[in-house]
Structure formats: C-alpha cells, structure tokens
C-alpha cells in the first residue's frame, strides 16, 4: 500500500489536490493506495519533555500503524517561508521519534521509496520547500524518488476533476509514480 499525504489540510489545498491525483494515479497503475487528511488526526504539538507524551495517544498509534503497513509514500507539501508546513513537521516528528517509539524508532520508514510534491501559487513554485522535505526523508532513510513534482502557479493547474491540466507536469508526475509503484513492490 501507498500512504499519500499532504502538508496542507484546508479544503482547497492545491497540495491536497495534488496528493489525491497521485492518489488517482496509483488506482490507475492498480498499485494500493490511500490518501489521508493528516489535519483529521488532530496531533498535540509534539513536546519531548513533557512526561505525559511517553504514552503515544491513540490517533498516533493508528496514524504510525498506517506508516508500518506501506511499502511507499508520496508526500505533498505547501511552502512556508521555505520550509515544510508545521502540520507536516509535526506529524513526521511525532511518528518518528524515540520519545513515544523508544524500539525500532525509524522501522515504519527505513528503505522505503519516497516520492515528494510541492504546489504553490507563485510563479517560483515551492521548489525550496520540496528539496527540504527530499533532504529531510532521506535523513530518515526513506529511499527518495527522482521525478518530483513542484507545481508553480498550481492554482490554474488543476481542471475540475482535480486532473493536472499541464501535460508536463503530468507527464513528469506519471514517471515519478511509476518508480514509487515499482520500488514499492521490492522487498529489502
Ligand atoms: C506562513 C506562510 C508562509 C508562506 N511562505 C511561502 C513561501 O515561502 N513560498 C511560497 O511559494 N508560498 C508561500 N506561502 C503561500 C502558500 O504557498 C499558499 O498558502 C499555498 O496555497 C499553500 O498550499 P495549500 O493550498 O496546499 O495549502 C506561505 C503561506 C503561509 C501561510
């Protein structure tokens, strides 16, 4: 199964619409795929010295659960003043960290293929944002894709089935799905 997810939550999000294309996309391929809206969880801000955060709350049982059944992740993200959004920072570093998972910390991500996304709506895309996230996953060991995809000007880029309207972008999206699909299905 391919976990797909976006950084940005509201109900426009180009980032969402973008995740849920590759989210088509897979279908597609006939690979197993499965969006989430990750602002449905609902994480505390993660706090390691708070005694309290020892014990993992239930959504992020279930959330990290979901990162140990995929062999694969695409992952959308907004730029925020260069980076990733805090939604997105907060949901990697509370399913990945020592705090509420002392054993086998990184396992749900270690030697997975990852593939990344940016939308924005400015004319420079959200390149910087997409590269910080490649560099961040890949520090965690997550095997990164090439063929990413960083949507400038993202707002006259989705038609009204949520399809990409430019046949670049879209063809490029299709290479990087495709090697996140055919690495997903090697086993380490
Ligand atoms: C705090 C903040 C910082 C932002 N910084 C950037 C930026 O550095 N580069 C950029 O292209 N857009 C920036 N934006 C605009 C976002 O790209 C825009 O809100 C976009 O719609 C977010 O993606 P979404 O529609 O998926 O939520 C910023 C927005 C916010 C709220």
């Not at 449905?40 to 014990?55: I, R, V």
């Not at 996230?133 to 038609?159: E, G, W």
Request: proline content about 6%; glycine content about 4%; charged content about 15%.
């Amino acid at each position: 199964m391919i976990l797909i997810l976006s950084g940005g939550a509201h109900k426009d999000s180009m980032n969402k619409k973008l995740a849920q294309h590759v989210e088509k996309i897979c279908h597609q391929l006939n690979a197993p795929a499965e969006f989430i809206d990750i602002s449905t969880y609902d994480l505390p801000l993660l706090d390691p010295s708070n005694k309290s955060a020892q014990t993992p709350p239930k959504n992020l049982l279930e959330l990290r659960e979901k990162f140990e059944r995929a062999n694969g992740f695409y992952i959308s993200t907004p730029e925020y003043n260069g980076g990733i959004t805090p939604l997105l920072s907060n949901l990697l570093n509370s399913v990945f960290n020592f705090v509420y998972f002392p054993k086998n910390t990184m396992a749900p991500i270690i030697n997975k293929p990852a593939l990344v996304g940016s939308a924005s709506p400015s004319i420079y895309g959200a390149l910087q944002a997409c590269m910080t996230l490649k560099s961040q996953l890949s520090h965690m060991d997550a095997i990164i894709c090439p063929h990413a995809v960083s949507l400038s000007q993202a707002n006259d880029m989705f038609d009204n089935e949520g399809n990409l309207s430019n046949a670049e972008a879209e063809k490029r999206l299709m290479q990087g799905v495709n090697v996140l699909v055919k690495l997903s299905n090697m086993v380490f």
